[in-house]
């Protein structure tokens, strides 16, 4: 390979500049200096997320562009559910030997696509080599008052904002490299795992309705333990309810693929829908009742009149067991 095609960062620079050129009005300064400069009043929410090659994701799954779109959204999401709207972004990149600036720079026009669909700017970032491709985005949103994950009350309903399992769905049509008969809806598991869409206007209707929230990465049942446990409750997922929510196309799919569609719900992951408490007198138009808020603690399954422990959510063990899955 041509060293003028491998990526060099003086010119990568001018070519990330060429690509992040649209500012929003909290960006006074992008990139090409030392630092961003950036003007903004009241309160600020800040994330951080990292996709590493080989533990989120696999090259051959999903182009430069997915993974720009992807890495980017998995941040933004956990400005989303609490109740932020999102206002610039820093994007580093490590990359191997032979990455190509064609290359870094499809990757960028995917975080751009994804910045422009949230009303975001990358302001800028660090480029560095290393032995595999990994994008760390992080991410300030603005926000009025946040919504933690620590105020869920007894009596208050479980909200689900945005769909469960369809990304987790996508996962397994990769691993299995067929989709047998159920083609459109493998197409749509596909875009869910490759293209997930942070829930912007479902987090901002939660604001000032919400007393908890938190954004489902790493599958329903484990990151309701999180809220749980910070609040200091017992959650109740109703499984008709549940259920009720993942559609038929989803139930079909997951069969074709030799698992449940509750499955993939509760324990697949990366679905960056959001889960939300608050009183019913509050509830948004849109959102599903999937649950209740009750004193106990832990994460509960019921079906009727049965309750059951829900097992825990995914743990990622890192390394090529598990690519695609949680964060």
Avoid at 44 to 51: C, G, K, R, S
Avoid at 129 to 137: Q, W
Wanted: glycine fraction near 12%; charge should be positive; charged fraction near 20%.
């Amino acid at each position: 390979m041509r060293r003028s095609q491998t990526v060099q960062e003086f010119a990568a620079i001018a070519q990330l500049r060429a690509i992040f050129r649209d500012q929003s009005r909290h960006v006074e300064l992008g990139i090409g200096d030392d630092a961003a400069v950036l003007s903004s009043a009241g309160r600020l929410v800040w994330t951080i997320d990292t996709a590493v090659e080989h533990v989120h994701f696999e090259r051959g799954w999903l182009s430069l562009a997915d993974l720009g779109w992807r890495s980017f959204h998995a941040a933004a999401s956990d400005v989303c559910a609490m109740g932020g709207a999102p206002i610039a972004a820093l994007s580093s990149v490590i990359f191997p030997a032979g990455f190509r600036a064609s290359q870094l720079a499809e990757l960028a026009r995917g975080q751009r696509a994804a910045a422009r669909a949230l009303g975001c700017t990358v302001a800028g970032g660090n480029l560095s080599r290393g032995s595999e491709l990994s994008v760390t985005s992080t991410l300030l949103g603005a926000v009025s008052r946040p919504i933690l994950r620590s105020g869920a009350k007894p009596g208050d309903e479980l909200w689900l904002c945005g769909e469960l399992g369809w990304a987790a769905a996508g996962l397994r049509v990769l691993q299995r490299g067929r989709t047998g008969a159920a083609k459109a809806a493998a197409r749509r598991a596909l875009a869910a795992f490759r293209r997930p869409q942070a829930q912007l206007a479902a987090g901002l209707a939660l604001a000032g309705r919400a007393r908890a929230a938190i954004d489902i990465s790493d599958g329903l049942a484990g990151d309701a333990a999180h809220l749980a446990k910070d609040s200091g409750v017992q959650l109740v997922l109703e499984l008709p309810a549940l259920r009720a929510s993942l559609g038929r196309a989803l139930v079909t799919l997951a069969e074709r693929l030799g698992t449940a569609a509750l499955q993939l719900a509760l324990y697949g992951g990366e679905d960056y829908a959001l889960l939300a408490a608050g009183p019913m007198r509050k509830r948004p138009a849109g959102v599903r009742v999937i649950g209740r808020v009750q004193q106990g603690r832990g994460v509960w399954l019921s079906e009727g009149a049965t309750l059951t422990p829900a097992a825990a959510g995914f743990q990622h063990s890192g390394g090529r067991k598990a690519p695609g899955v949680g964060r």
